[in-house]
């Protein structure tokens, strides 16, 4: 079974609105994190917000923001204020803690959602 | 030179030559990793290397070999590849191999053509 879903390929959004990027994620881990990276064209992985599954609060990181619903096992991206420059493919990610070893413990990438930012 | 980088950018190879790719970290990471991008799949592990573990994937074939000389240093031999290996091959790292809080800081990748 997947253990990260990202249910939308494609996405499009009004520059200077906000995006929400779905992200679900299965693990029977207590301990966990939630990663999403912004890839774009130029190939690089950029980190852009974590969250922790022991956290409180839904972690932001300025523009960007993470709906961590623990109970649907949820954690999804939203980007206020759009911008032609976050046109990009986003990956979320989890990576597993205590109960997991080896490659298991490591991060494990959704199939990805890429956001084009209409002018 | 910052962050992590990667060479070369863009390799093409035919099936029988050997190359190797590099990747270097400037981070004072102690845990480095291989992954391998195809089109239309997601980001697969390919090796961990760490002060703590080594970590395979047990679906990659032998014909790629890593090698680890030291905490800053990280590459991927090629031997006899096959057209389906042709990807983006990226490079990351991070202060840890354990623990569920560590990012990972990714290179630019190398764009790997096998002819």
């Known amino acids: 079974a997947q253990k990260i879903t990202q249910t939308q390929p494609g996405m499009f959004v009004q520059e200077k609105e906000a995006v929400t990027l779905d992200c679900t994620y299965d693990t029977s881990d207590p301990s966990y994190g939630l990663f999403w990276y912004k890839q774009p064209s130029s190939g690089e992985m950029i980190f852009l917000i974590y969250q922790g599954s022991y956290d409180q609060q839904n972690a932001t990181e300025g523009r960007y923001s993470l709906n961590f619903q623990k109970a649907r096992k949820s954690a999804n991206l939203v980007i206020s204020a759009s911008q032609l420059g976050d046109s990009a493919m986003y990956f979320c990610a989890m990576r597993e803690g205590t109960g997991a070893s080896g490659s298991a413990r490591q991060l494990t990438f959704g199939s990805g959602t890429q956001l084009t930012v209409l002018p | 030179e910052t962050g992590v980088t990667q060479t070369p950018r863009h390799l093409v190879m035919g099936m029988t030559n050997k190359k190797s790719l590099k990747c270097e970290q400037h981070?004072?990471?102690?845990?480095m990793y291989w992954y391998k991008q195809s089109a239309k799949k997601p980001l697969e592990l390919m090796f961990v290397?760490?002060?703590?573990?080594?970590?395979e994937n047990n679906s990659v074939p032998s014909r790629f070999s890593p090698e680890c000389p030291n905490s800053s240093h990280l590459f991927l031999h090629l031997h006899t590849l096959q057209p389906e290996d042709s990807a983006l091959y990226l490079c990351?790292?991070?202060?840890?191999?354990?623990?569920?809080?560590?990012?990972?800081?990714f290179g630019p990748g190398t764009r790997l053509t096998v002819t």
């Open positions: 981070l004072g990471h102690n845990a």
């Open positions: 290397y760490s002060l703590e573990e080594r970590v």
């Open positions: 990351a790292s991070s202060p840890s191999s354990t623990g569920t809080f560590y990012e990972q800081y």
